[in-house]
């Protein structure tokens, strides 16, 4: 990480702590991606650093950290392993998100912030095989129908990242008395709550995005925690931006390997390694340029989000974010492949991991067609206004 993005101690303080787990959590990458495990391991490194609390804001007893912050750290640990990055990065952004707007009771705030500090994994489980992603607009099949305690939810949702390690769901169910969606907070230990293990994908293979099944699983009255006006939730969330930072991560572990591969191999036919060479040099500063250029669209972005007077003058910048951070990172990783030439493509070489977990980025919230069509609407609009 270039010392450019790191802007106080509280920063450099975390990313040693998450330096000084890399061997470990690194090591656990290619057998998770071999087979399709979940790195229970590192997550449970994590916890013990007290990692799931640094989105937590200080007065409910976590580390404060601001979107910002989170980008740098979540970056830092997908260059470890994108799995475990991008499956914790749910329960960080979703933490962050809860307290930033407040978006529940003050009560229920304070109760979820002492499981937080306990180093409860949570994470919306949204997406069903029916509506795709909830960005869409499409209404949940699952549905919640009054009960004499409570609500009683009945629905099949998938891609849970993180469900083997999921203490809470936070899920969205259509209610029809009140021809809304809303959002329940459901515990792993509720009756008629199941998951289906049929995670089988060629990309973030590790992330443990298995199916959640419920059947008539009864929760109280107050577990209905959100009613959010637009099924996506409407306001602008910068806390998504952990999702393009996991995939610059991969970009840099890429960028790194090219680059000590390249002053390392030296075939026979030259007297210096492959780093001398023109066409390499090439490809390893269009890399070098393409980082430069992503990193500065991330965290320019994240930083005008912190900002809660430049926050209100955003429109499309946390979906441009991602946009271009995803689609940039893949160009990386695929230079720097050609780096490396078809070596990269051994099973045994982390390249062909990055490459196959790079593309899942495009199916991400939100979507490039989506990202694309919402700035033409805006210019559109603006210019007739």
């Known amino acids: 990480m270039k010392n450019i993005f790191i802007r106080n101690e509280q920063q450099r303080q975390w990313l040693e702590k998450l330096a000084s787990l890399r061997y470990n959590i690194a090591s656990e990458a290619a057998t998770v991606d071999a087979l399709s495990t979940f790195p229970k391991d590192s997550f449970r490194l994590l916890g013990d650093i007290g990692y799931p609390t640094v989105t937590l804001p200080k007065a409910y007893g ?6 910002y912050d989170m980008v740098l750290l979540q970056e830092t640990l997908a260059s470890y392993d994108e799995n475990t990055a991008l499956s914790i990065g749910w329960t960080l ?19 979820f912030a002492s499981e937080v500090r306990k180093g409860v994994i949570v994470n919306r489980s949204v997406s069903e095989a029916r509506t795709g992603s909830p960005t869409r607009g499409g209404r949940p099949g699952t549905n ?11 629905g099949h949702k998938i891609f849970t990242t993180a469900s083997p390690v999921l203490d809470y769901f936070l899920t969205s169910a259509w209610i029809e008395e009140k021809q809304q969606t809303g959002f329940f907070l459901i515990h792993k230990s509720a009756t008629g709550l199941s998951i289906e293990e049929n995670w089988d994908v060629m990309s973030m293979r590790g ?26 939730g409407g306001k602008m969330n910068g806390w998504l931006l952990h999702i393009p930072a996991t995939y ?8 790194d390997y090219a680059i000590q591969f390249a002053n390392h191999h030296q075939p026979n036919s030259l007297n210096a390694p492959i780093s001398s060479l023109p066409n390499v040099q090439q490809l390893l ?7 430069q250029q992503a990193r500065f669209v991330l965290y320019g972005t ?5 900002d809660p007077q430049r926050r209100e003058t955003l429109t499309n910048e946390i979906a441009v974010a991602k946009h271009t951070v995803t689609n940039t990172a893949i160009d990386i990783v695929d230079k720097a492949m050609r780096v490396v ?18 593309r899942a980025g495009l199916h991400n919230p939100p979507m490039d067609d989506m990202t694309i069509t919402k700035l033409a609407l805006t210019a559109i609009e603006e210019q007739k206004q």
């Open 62 to 67: 976590g580390e404060g950290f601001s979107v």
């Open 93 to 111: 952004g979703v933490v962050g998100e809860l307290y930033e707007k407040k978006l529940w009771t003050d009560a229920l705030l304070d109760f």
């Open 144 to 154: 919640a129908v009054r009960s004499e305690k409570g609500w009683i939810l009945n």
């Open 207 to 232: 992330t443990g995005s298995h199916d959640l099944i419920l059947q008539n699983v009864e929760v109280k009255e107050t577990d209905l925690v959100e009613l959010p006006n637009h099924p996506s």
């Open 248 to 255: 610059l991560g991969i970009a840099q572990a890429a960028r």
């Open 285 to 291: 500063g269009e890399i070098e340029l393409k980082l």
């Open 302 to 306: 994240a930083e005008a989000y912190d």
């Open 341 to 358: 030439g078809a070596k990269s493509l051994q099973n045994t070489n982390p390249l062909q991991r990055y490459y196959r977990n790079v």
